[in-house]
C-alpha cells in the first residue's frame, strides 16, 4: 500500500522558518521523482519544487527560489523542504507528490500558516 505522510507544518511568524517532511512507502522511492505543491484557499494547486530521483537535479517556482530548498534522503524514503524567510502568501496546504510517468501518489497534506 502506498502512503507519502507529510509532517512539520503549522503556524509561523511572517520571516520565520518551517521543515516538512514526507515519509514515503509501499513503492519503490529511489525510482521516483518527488515534488512540494501547494494549493492556498480557492487556488489552484501549484508546484513548489521538485528533485529528481536520485537528487541530482533540482527545479524551483520563481516564488519561492532563493528561500525554500528541496531534498531527498533515498536510504529513508524521505523528502524533506526547508522554508526559510516565509511570508503570508506562502500560506497553504503543502502535499508532497511521487512521480514516474503516468504513476503520480500524493499525501494528504500538511498546513502552513504564515501570520503575526
Known amino acids: 500500500q502506498v502512503q507519502l505522510v507529510e509532517s512539520g507544518g503549522g503556524l509561523v511568524q511572517p520571516g520565520g522558518s518551517l521543515r516538512l517532511s514526507c515519509a514515503a512507502s509501499?513503492?519503490?522511492?529511489?525510482?521516483?521523482?518527488m515534488s512540494w505543491y501547494r494549493q492556498a484557499p480557492g487556488k489552484e494547486r501549484d508546484l513548489v519544487a521538485t528533485?529528481?530521483?536520485?537528487?541530482?537535479?533540482?527545479n524551483y517556482a520563481d516564488t519561492v527560489k532563493g528561500r525554500f530548498i528541496i531534498s531527498r534522503d533515498n536510504a529513508k524514503n524521505t523528502v524533506s523542504l526547508q522554508m526559510n524567510s516565509l511570508k503570508p502568501e506562502d500560506t497553504a496546504v503543502y502535499y508532497c507528490?511521487?512521480?514516474?510517468?503516468?504513476?503520480?501518489?500524493w499525501g494528504q497534506g500538511t498546513q502552513v500558516t504564515v501570520s503575526s
Open positions: 507528490k511521487a512521480g514516474r510517468g503516468s504513476s503520480n501518489y
Open positions: 528533485m529528481s530521483s536520485a537528487g541530482k537535479s533540482t
Open positions: 509501499g513503492f519503490t522511492f529511489s525510482s521516483y521523482a
